[in-house]
């Protein structure tokens, strides 16, 4: 059977996407760091599916250790899921560096680190597929988060660029633009419920646009028009908004 | 939003807690007194029900299966349905189920419950092999047969009382086929309907329906359904889809229906007086589940099930001095349900004994308690008991006359402080 990697396999939704492959007769590896904290959710999955569930150890920040990590697994994967992400403090960024670095290393440097080189053998196979997650809040920096989404800014810039470089080798590229999910990472924040999106709904989504061999998911669905709207509003106005 | 039992009666206000991780409990029974665990909810009265509610559902994985010998360890939040979709295909079933699959494993513990098979296979704690318990400590225990057996008889059937189920090993059950082979025996009164009963005794699963309006001559007349699983292969098993009702439903057509439904199945032409359906899981086990929330039909004011047993010597005299009292009452469900019960368990306050339960709806209204205090005292007279399960409203005096290892019961309950930390609305009544 065939694998799929999921990367930063702690994350909700990646244990919504977990299942939902898992359910479509997939074999799954879940990386995340302290991956023994994820045995029980595996077995669970094991258990209701009948496939194949691995865990394995990766910390997404320890770059020197990715050629390794992705060689040593004993079955090359079909597709991979990134979905390693780090809000961080906005704050804090603007005056501690450390931080800064740390949106930056987790959202970005990390997981370019470890797409090149899936990239590079999904292009020598001619096959798989490769889903980011992103964020919408990438396309377009805004004061209360601009250092997290001027990574995912990043990020979806390099997905883009990864999509146009493996189309001749017929692997596929997804970049997922979520709006609002909740998760972990936004627990106690006030959201509006009609722009908010269960994780279930976001693996859906995903695995329906992965299928269908899309290249960019707007989740949910609406965010695609706020955001067309929010890019086109004149630099001179938006930099007086509060948004 | 407040959490409400089956029954939507009694209402009140509370406030739910709800745990994925062991560690998340703790921190909950820290904090708070008068907790109850809740489940999903299919009790009919106030057993789950208190001011603060801890809610089991979310902590729902499965632990471990074993292949060859189909023991199942899950977390306790997880459905029986869960278990059906993921199993059945594989050629496992429940050992013992309710007449609902929409419960936790934690609540079918909790109750004690039992299926169309307790004649033969007893209740939910023959097929557990340990669970895992919380007490108001924060300690956790491992209960089974043979280890703290104490504890283990009286969270079995303790209604939530002895601390909170974490996890448990059951053992499922092989099957060969998703279908049953049914037999469905007409009967003209209560007489003939226990001898069927007997008669059909050797069958794995019976329950039967039985008219409450018939008086006179045709008191008891019935539909008994007996059965037992086909095995011809087929395990292609996917769950019915459900139709729900949407909002609260008037009382009177839902009697409407149900009359209808029996005069057409008790009379309809196509009915010998013995005639062979095959059924698959769904609509032998569950029928009632095949209409999510049908509990709305009874209107806002909610209604109660009245589920009693009595002992098998007095059941004939008793049954009919209770099913007279209702039909010349005019309240309750047209139908009810009759079973013969195989023997009673250790358990401290499990509800089966060896002889004739009954069950039946009655919508809230005036004069339902006073027609059901006067229907307690029938069921005293003969030695029998009431479901606490089902249960919202009996009163302390006549719960210990039906249940005479209650002090057994709270004497264990103040040993380990439960109840200091563990009450429902249904506890405090009972003065347990
Ligand atoms: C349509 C229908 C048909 C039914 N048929 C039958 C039947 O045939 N036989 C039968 O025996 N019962 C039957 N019942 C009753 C039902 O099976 C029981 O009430 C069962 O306990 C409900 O489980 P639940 O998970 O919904 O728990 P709840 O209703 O939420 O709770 C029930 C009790 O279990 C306790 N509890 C729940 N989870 C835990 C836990 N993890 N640890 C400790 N205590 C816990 C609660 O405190 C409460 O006292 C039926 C109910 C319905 C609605
Ligand atoms: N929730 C939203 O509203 C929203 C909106 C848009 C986009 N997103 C994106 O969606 C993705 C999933 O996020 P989520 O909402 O599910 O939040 P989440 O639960 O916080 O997931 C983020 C995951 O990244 C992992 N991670 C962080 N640093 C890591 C490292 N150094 N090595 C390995 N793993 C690391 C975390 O693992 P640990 O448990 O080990 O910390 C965590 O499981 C993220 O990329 C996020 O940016 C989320």
Redesign the interface.
């Given at each position: 059977m065939s694998y799929v990697l999921i990367i930063g396999a702690k994350s909700d939704i990646a244990q919504a996407i977990a299942k939902k492959y898992a359910e479509n007769n997939y074999d799954l590896y879940l990386a995340a760091r302290q991956v023994n904290e994820l045995n029980i959710f595996a077995k669970d999955l094991a258990i209701r599916s009948k496939q194949t569930v691995q865990c394995v150890e990766l910390d997404i920040l320890d770059t020197a250790s990715h050629h390794t990590f992705y060689h040593a697994l004993p079955e090359k994967p079909e597709g991979v899921i990134t979905a390693v992400g780090y809000l961080g403090s906005q704050d804090l960024a603007q005056t501690d560096f450390k931080e800064t670095h740390k949106i930056i290393d987790t959202n970005y440097t990390g997981v370019v680190s470890l797409l090149n080189i899936i990239a590079e053998d999904f292009e020598q196979r001619h096959s798989g597929f490769i889903v980011g997650i992103s964020s919408v809040a990438g396309d377009r920096g805004r004061k209360s988060n601009y250092i997290y989404g001027s990574a995912k800014a990043a990020l979806s810039a390099y997905l883009s660029g990864l999509r146009n470089r493996l189309y001749s080798s017929g692997v596929q590229v997804l970049t997922v633009k979520p709006g609002f999910v909740a998760t972990k990472m936004t627990a106690g924040m006030a959201l509006s419920p009609r722009l908010t999106a269960q994780p279930e709904a976001v693996a859906n989504a995903i695995y329906k646009a992965q299928q269908k061999k899309n290249n960019v998911l707007y989740t949910k669905g609406l965010w695609k028009w706020i955001m067309l709207i929010i890019k086109h509003i004149p630099e001179g106005l938006f930099k007086k908004l509060s948004i | 939003m407040n959490l409400t039992s089956w029954g939507n009666y009694p209402l009140i206000e509370n406030k739910a807690h709800p745990f994925t991780q062991v560690k998340d409990l703790e921190d909950i029974l820290a904090h708070h007194e008068d907790l109850i665990p809740y489940g999903n909810g299919r009790s009919y009265g106030d057993s789950a029900l208190s001011k603060h509610i801890i809610q089991v559902k979310p902590h729902n994985?499965?632990?471990?299966?074993n292949e060859t010998t189909g023991q199942l360890h899950v977390q306790a939040g997880i459905l029986l349905s869960e278990v059906l979709e993921?199993f059945v295909p594989r050629g496992w079933f429940l050992k013992i189920t309710p007449g609902t699959k929409l419960i936790t494993v934690g609540g079918a513990i909790a109750s004690d419950v039992h299926g169309k098979n307790h004649h033969n296979a007893g209740c939910f704690s023959e097929c557990v092999a340990f669970f895992n318990l919380m007490l108001p400590s924060g300690d956790i225990v491992t209960c089974s047969h043979t280890e703290n057996t104490e504890l283990f008889k009286a969270t079995c059937g303790g209604m939530g009382l002895t601390g909170v189920i974490l996890d448990a090993s059951i053992s499922l059950k092989r099957i060969n086929s998703r279908y049953i082979k049914q037999t469905t025996i007409k009967t003209k009164n209560l007489k003939e309907t226990f001898a069927a009963f007997e008669r059909y005794q050797s069958e794995p699963y019976s329950v039967a329906w039985i008219d409450c309006l018939a008086k006179g001559k045709g008191l008891g007349k019935c539909l008994l359904m007996v059965g037992d699983f086909q095995a011809d292969g087929d395990l292609n098993y996917h769950p019915k889809s459900n139709l729900n009702i949407p909002f609260n439903f008037p009382g009177f057509v839902l009697s409407k229906l149900t009359v209808k439904l029996f005069n057409w199945l008790y009379y309809g032409k196509v009915f010998k007086k013995i005639s062979q359906q095959q059924v698959d899981i769904d609509t032998f086990f569950y029928p009632l589940d095949a209409i999510g929330h049908w509990n709305r039909i009874y209107g806002k004011k909610g209604f109660t099930q009245y589920q009693i047993i009595l002992p098998k010597e007095t059941s004939y005299e008793g049954l009919e001095a209770i099913l007279s009292t209702i039909s010349k009452s005019a309240k309750g469900s047209f139908l009810a349900v009759l079973k013969l019960y195989g023997k009673a368990n250790n358990n401290y306050l499990s509800f089966p004994i060896e002889g004739y339960s009954l069950a039946l709806d009655f919508k809230i209204e005036k004069g339902l308690f006073e027609l059901l205090d006067q229907l307690d005292q029938r069921v005293i007279k003969y030695g029998g008991r009431i479901y606490l399960a089902k249960d919202a409203r009996v009163s302390q005096a006549v719960f210990e006359q039906g249940y005479p290892q209650a002090e057994t019961f709270r004497a264990l309950r103040r040993q380990y402080q439960m109840h200091e930390k563990f009450n429902s609305l249904q506890s405090t009544r009972l003065g347990l």
């Open positions: - | 994985l499965f632990l471990d299966f993921v």
